[in-house]
T-cell receptor, first 115, second 117 residues
Framework: AQKITQTQPGMFVQEKEAVTLDCTYD???????LFWYKQPSSGEMIFLIY??????QNATEGRYSLNFQKARKSANLVISASQLGDSAMYFC????????????FGTGTSLTVIP | NAGVTQTPKFQVLKTGQSMTLQCAQD?????MYWYRQDPGMGLRLIYY???????DKGEVPNGYNVSRLNKREFSLRLESAAPSQTSVYFC????????????????FGPGTRLTVL
């Protein structure tokens, strides 16, 4: 069964607009971590933002925020004021804290920012 | 502080050749991982090492072996390369376990682009 689902293979956004990238997850653990990574065309994996399952506030890092809805098991990434440099692949990932060391990744969303 | 380093960056092999991908981290992390990334399939875990002296299979271990040489280094070996192993390989590291308030983020090396002819 898929642990992480990203249903948007490709997204487009106008420069300076906000965009939401969807991520849903599946776990029976009460304690887990959720992560978003950015992969530009150069290929490296860049860590963007983290949300712990017990964190009451949504995580924010600069222009990135994570819309965490625990009951719906969703962890959507919101990028505000999009820039051309935001064009990249974005991956959602999860780690169950009690059931092992593995991280589970979604298949990614390709974001293109249009000038 | 280099983070996670991988060598080589690029490699071309002929079918049947062997090679070892090297990975090292300087963040004092206990856990290390090897992934492969193929178009449209995201990242798939090949092997991981929760701590020095232990290794475990991931989702796609066939055709690969690993060695956790010490806490810093985790190598991936292809004994007899096949065209199906053409991929981009990423090494990553993280804390072994969640430690309360500190995020157990996984950090990645720059990747190795491997082509098997």
């Amino acid at each position: 069964a898929q642990k992480i689902t990203q249903t948007q293979p490709g997204m487009f956004v106008q420069e300076k607009e906000a965009v939401t990238l969807d991520c849903t997850y599946d776990t029976s653990d009460q304690s887990y971590g959720l992560f978003w990574y950015k992969q530009p065309s150069s290929g490296e994996m860049i860590f963007l933002i983290y949300q712990g399952s017990y964190d009451e506030q949504n995580a924010t890092e600069g222009r990135y925020s994570l819309n965490f809805q625990k009951a719906r098991k969703s962890a959507n990434l919101v990028i505000s004021a999009s820039q051309l440099g935001d064009s990249a692949m974005y991956f959602c990932a999860m780690r169950d804290h009690n059931t092992g060391n593995q991280f589970y990744f979604g298949t990614g969303t390709s974001l293109t920012v249009i000038p | 502080n280099a983070g996670v380093t991988q060598t080589p960056k690029f490699q071309v092999l002929k079918t049947g050749q062997s090679m070892t991908l090297q990975c090292a981290q300087d963040m004092n992390h206990n856990s290390m991982y090897w992934y492969r990334q193929d178009p449209g399939m995201g990242l798939r875990l090949i092997y991981y090492s929760a701590s020095e002296g232990t290794t475990d299979k991931g989702e796609v271990p066939n055709g690969y072996n690993v060695s956790r040489l010490n806490k810093r280094e985790f190598s991936l070996r292809l004994e007899s390369a096949a065209p199906s192993q053409t991929s981009v390989y990423f090494c990553a590291s993280s804390e072994e376990a969640y430690r309360g308030s500190k995020p157990d983020t996984q950090y990645f090396g720059p990747g190795t682009r491997l082509t098997v002819l």
